[in-house]
């Protein structure tokens, strides 16, 4: 079975551009969730999507955005990029979804560097 | 508000001994406890999951305790080796929350 798969590795954005990052979860997987991950922070939840629609939402600003789309792929979108926006940005994917006691299978991240 | 503390940011010991990271935990009431191990640059791997209701739990060299009462977590890593150096992660979720971590500690086998 195939990993969580997310895209692209890499990318550099400047001050005020947008970004979106691509995740595809495990094949069967329903619940895919989003991490900010810097040093100072440790991993912070974004939100997380289940069928389609987001079931929970972690605290940060409105630039922050997602959806998901019927084969359970997601896309997160960061809009007027800060430089405190540089991280890695994790996607993570689970049957049902963590609050039903199942693991989350993370994907290797994209590295997102805003200059 | 809801606090999650890995006892230290780094952790060395020498090879064959038994590592023991903490994590503490305040103002939550956790169904499920799970640790994760993250290497330099990789997406964090699932090692173990522990549920309210279970005291310990073994996988190979791995120990796991759950104590509600001390709202504490025991990770145990027996026989220490270098491959084992790497970041370790506690994770809480309860009810219908979102998996929320630690800071992680970095542990250092040394040879």
């Known amino acids: 079975k195939a990993g969580v798969t997310q895209t692209p590795r890499y990318l550099i954005k400047t001050r005020g551009q947008q970004v979106t990052l691509s995740c595809s979860p495990i094949s069967g997987h329903r619940s895919v969730s989003w991490y900010q ?3 100072g922070q440790g991993l912070q939840f974004l939100f997380e999507y289940f069928s389609e629609t987001q079931r929970n939402k972690g605290n940060f600003p409105g630039r922050f955005s997602g959806r998901q789309f019927s084969n359970s792929r997601s896309e997160m979108n960061v809009s007027t990029l800060e430089l405190g926006d540089s991280a890695l940005y994790l996607c993570a994917s689970s049957p049902r979804g963590p609050s039903s006691g199942n693991t989350i299978y993370f994907g290797e991240g994209s590295w997102l560097t805003v200059v | 508000s809801q606090k999650i503390e890995q006892n230290s940011e780094a952790l060395n010991i020498q090879e064959g001994k038994t590592a023991t990271l903490t994590c503490n935990y305040t103002n939550y009431s956790p169904a499920y406890l799970q640790w994760y191990r993250q290497d ?9 999951l522990i549920r309210e209701n279970e005291k310990e739990k073994r996988k190979e060299r791995l120990k796991v305790t759950f104590d509600t009462t001390l709202k504490q977590s025991l990770f145990h ?3 220490s080796q270098p491959a084992d150096s790497a970041t370790y992660l506690c994770a809480l979720s309860s009810g219908n929350t979102p998996l929320v971590f630690g800071k992680g500690t970095r542990l250092s086998v040394i040879a």
Do not use: E, H, K, S
């Open chain 1, 37 to 39: 991950q810097t040093p």
């Open chain 2, 77 to 79: 890593i027996t026989a």
């Open chain 2, 40 to 48: 330099p640059g990789r997406g964090p791997v699932f090692l173990l």
